[in-house]
């Protein structure tokens, strides 16, 4: 997706070849939203010296099952130690908890999961009208304490500021990963060669970017790029769009050593048999978002059927490659149920005013291409998702490596709920509960320390990485849907009413314990203010 408000559908064209001037001057003089404020004192606990977590059952992030009841050790910003203290409907045994605690917290019978990590996060945008404060607090209440933001839209100084303020702990924030495209912030002239696209990447990795976000660039550049990144150990992730895709499919940028696709976009064309080129219908155009998203619905249909040696031969190279996915299945559920997504319950609460007029029908605002969805059009999509699901069930049972990413802010997806969504959606592709949380911490952390050669930092309930925590009433290997903000119903089976359950109870990043309700209430005020300041 891309992260800009209402540049018109000319600039679409623009960006998916990021060596034209035209792109690159429109990503020097990017139209930035409000970086977040300070942190208030009543905004966050801690750290402290010796925060315990008591009674709690945790799933560690390794696909191991739950075990509990344990405590949880955390000193200053770090996990210490993760002590069982008992068995389940036995009494706790005193005697084996630790203790010396600076501050205790008695959360028994709750359930504890590392962090999350949203490999695909925009930081808002412009023409969406999201403030950073807006966005960052329907992250964390959802319990994303990781974000990379591909592209870094707001500008690259304006993203590594906010990367900088947020490990400090100076905003409510997630962590933030600066990757950024090709030409961004800089005023040498256009990505024109494989030299000029080298320079470039230097320029970048001096700047302190972690990542570049890759197009439809011209072959011979998109390898200069790849290799110049990894000579910087930076991180290459890449929308390979349908104005490259011929040239360049996942498979080809994956032998270049392209690090992770965004999305699917050359994932079939790299799975075609019979074919080298999308089917495309002859009054096609590219710049009209119906027509690129309408036909994007009947691209698996193209590709070699599941199981066959195209199939097979595609996948297992990928996997041995080390190639990463980051589906982001969630940004594009509307084009198979157009309704589900406009009338998510969440939207009369947390979605900002000028967010909703973005989603409406528009030939500028990216994504919203609702002039005429049809039946059809939906159909296509849904048998589009049971292929692509497919792939993906396959790829991990095989060893790949699939990620969580949202790309939330475009087609009716807000922050944070459509993180959740992904999580579903990833169940519904095959995979089961603890490979869902898996792939929303441990792989996603995995992806973000693996191009600088370090361990990683957090994505895992383990002594010794960064407390980042996800605390919660419900077991969410039960339903996942206990983790939406806006929790889901159940009966109540003693008092025959229905009530509504779940949503995340705190956030702890860096050792810090945030109160997500305190920040979904925040979300709401800032809503609130908003509709009425529109309505005067």
């Not at 084996?96 to 996060?121: I, K, S």
Request: aromatic fraction near 8%; charge should be negative.
């Amino acid at each position: 997706m891309i992260h800009s408000g209402r540049f018109g559908a000319c600039l679409l064209a623009a960006l998916t070849i990021a060596a034209t001037a035209g792109a690159v001057a429109q990503e020097q003089r990017p139209r930035t939203v409000e970086p977040a404020p300070d942190r208030r004192a009543d905004e966050g606990d801690g750290p402290h010296e010796r925060l315990i977590l008591r009674g709690v059952t945790v799933i560690d992030g390794t696909g191991a099952p739950p075990r509990g009841p344990v405590d949880i050790v955390i000193e200053r910003n770090r996990i210490a130690e993760v002590r069982s203290v008992g068995a389940p409907g036995t009494p706790i045994e005193e005697r084996r908890r630790p203790g010396n605690a600076t501050r205790e917290m008695d959360l028994t019978g709750m359930y504890v999961l590392p962090g999350f990590v949203d490999v695909h996060a925009h930081i808002g945008g412009t023409g969406q009208g999201t403030p950073a404060q807006y966005v960052y607090k329907l992250w964390m209440a959802h319990g994303v304490t990781t974000i990379r933001d591909p592209g870094s839209g707001n500008g690259v100084d304006w993203t590594l500021s906010e990367r900088r303020r947020s490990a400090r702990n100076e905003i409510v924030a997630p962590r933030i990963f600066v990757y950024a495209r090709p030409g961004a912030g800089w005023e040498r002239g256009p990505i024109n060669s494989a030299e000029r696209a080298r320079e470039w990447v230097r320029w970048g990795a001096e700047k302190g970017i972690d990542g570049l976000k890759l197009d439809a660039h011209e072959p011979e550049i998109m390898a200069a790029l790849i290799d110049e990144a990894g000579r910087h150990k930076l991180g290459t992730q890449a929308h390979l769009s349908q104005m490259g895709v011929a040239r360049m499919n996942a498979l080809d940028a994956a032998r270049l050593g392209l690090g992770s696709l965004e999305h699917w976009y050359g994932l079939p064309e790299a799975l075609f048999a019979d074919r080298t080129v999308q089917d495309f219908p002859a009054d096609y155009n590219y710049n009209d978002e119906y027509h690129r998203f309408g036909q994007a619905g009947r691209l698996w249909a193209q590709a070699a059927a599941p199981g066959s040696e195209r199939w097979n031969t595609v996948l297992t190279e990928l996997r041995d490659l080390g190639f990463q996915l980051n589906p982001t299945l969630t940004i594009y559920e509307a084009n198979r149920d157009v309704m589900r997504a406009r009338d998510a319950a969440w939207h009369d609460e947390y979605t900002l005013p000028s967010l909703w007029q973005f989603y409406q029908p528009s030939r500028e605002s990216h994504g919203s291409y609702w002039f005429d969805w049809t039946t059809g059009d939906e159909v296509a999509w849904r048998r589009n998702y049971q292929k692509w699901m497919t792939f993906l069930e396959a790829y991990k049972n095989q060893g790949g490596k699939v990620c969580t990413g949202s790309d939330a802010g475009f087609i009716y997806k807000l922050y944070g709920f459509a993180f959740i969504r992904e999580l579903e959606l990833l169940q519904e592709a095959g995979f089961h509960p603890l490979e869902v949380v898996r792939a929303a911490t441990l792989c996603g952390a995995e992806q973000l320390h693996a191009p600088k050669d370090q361990a990683i930092a957090f994505g895992l309930i383990k002594p010794g990485l960064l407390a980042d925590l996800v605390v919660l009433e419900e077991n969410p290997l039960e339903n996942l849907k206990v983790l939406y903000g806006t929790g889901t119903v159940r009966l109540d089976e003693d008092t025959g009413e229905v009530v509504r359950v779940g949503g995340v109870r705190y956030t702890i990043k860096d050792g810090i314990v945030y109160d997500a309700e305190q920040m979904l209430a925040d979300v709401r005020r800032i809503v609130q203010e908003a509709k009425a300041l529109e309505a005067r």
